[in-house]
């Protein structure tokens, strides 16, 4: 059975780091493309990020790009993201994804297992 878990979900500052994690379970993370994405209050999922499975290529929403980044361990079967420079409208829920390969990864149909997400919320 494929487990996606993620954790790491915090009430920070504006301005603060948060590093959620994405233990997977059941399935090879690396053998997948592995994707992040937000749903604001009242807004609908939103990609923030991905890797690639096997080149490790990284591809980020503009909204994040140069706050975020996205990484993964293989030996731990684990994906991250590193979240720094919050604002209060990065205050979501975060979900890790995997999906197949022959996507490229940047949308939400192309991902088949999704984690149950972890709050994150940016206030002062």
């Known amino acids: 059975q494929v487990q996606l878990v993620e954790s790491g979900g915090a009430s920070v500052q504006p301005g603060g780091s948060v590093r959620l994690s994405c233990a997977a379970s059941g399935l090879t993370l690396s053998s997948y493309n592995t994707g992040w994405f937000r749903q604001g209050p009242g807004k609908e999922r939103e990609f923030i990020a991905r890797?690639?499975?096997?080149?490790?290529?990284?591809y980020y929403a503009d909204s994040v790009k140069g706050r975020f980044t996205i990484s993964r361990d293989n030996a731990k079967n684990t994906g991250y993201l590193q979240m720094n420079s919050l604002k209060p409208e990065d205050t979501a829920v975060y979900y890790c994804a995997a999906g197949p390969t022959y996507y490229n990864g940047n949308a939400i149909y192309e991902y088949t297992y999704w984690g149950q997400g972890t709050q994150v919320t940016v206030a002062s």
């Open positions: 890797i690639r499975w096997m080149s490790g290529s990284t």
